[in-house]
């Protein structure tokens, strides 16, 4: 499946989509190989740590904002559990990569050309991101980025930080 550009642009709101389907289920899975490096980025992983799966495209303005703000979340935040993971929809990994040299994150980041994993988590346009708890269930889902949802999201993010692992 290959994702429309213009299905894919930012309403710039709440999650109204599809992508709300996910809540309290457990994250779809994936296992890939990732942007830069060769070891393969596999959802069951990340189990016991938090993740903050983030859906994002090059042509995407509001992923200009969100991809240095994600970075130093992961930053501050990797220590206490949290895993930030990027899904890059672009049709051609040569622009992700020319985007990533531009915005470089620590993270890794997949690219999605074919629309798989975004089928598989619903995603209609980008940036759309997913919080998934250290049991692997989807507990939010976060439609588009302005800075005003910076406050909202580090909330959702110690809540689930400060729960202990499965055991």
């Not at 995603?123 to 049991?135: C, G, K, M, N």
């Amino acid at each position: 499946m290959s994702l429309d550009k213009q299905a894919l642009i930012d309403r710039g709101g709440p999650l109204l989509g599809p992508a709300a389907a996910h809540v309290a289920e457990a994250a779809p899975a994936f296992d890939e190989v990732p942007l830069k490096g060769r070891v393969r980025i596999r959802l069951a992983d990340y189990v016991g740590k938090v993740v903050y799966l983030d859906f994002w495209a090059s042509w995407c303005s509001p992923c200009r904002r969100s991809l240095p703000w994600l970075e130093r979340l992961h930053r501050e935040h990797n220590a206490a559990g949290l895993e930030v993971i990027g899904i890059n929809v672009d049709e051609k990994a040569a622009d992700a990569r020319a985007f990533l040299r531009r915005y470089p994150v620590g993270y890794p980041t997949i690219n999605d050309a074919g629309g798989a994993i975004a089928a598989r988590y619903n995603v209609l346009d980008v940036p759309t991101s997913f919080l998934i708890d250290r049991a692997g269930c989807v507990r939010s889902v976060h439609h588009g980025f302005r800075p005003a949802d910076a406050t909202r999201l580090r909330r959702a993010l110690a809540i689930l930080l400060r729960e202990a692992s499965p055991t």
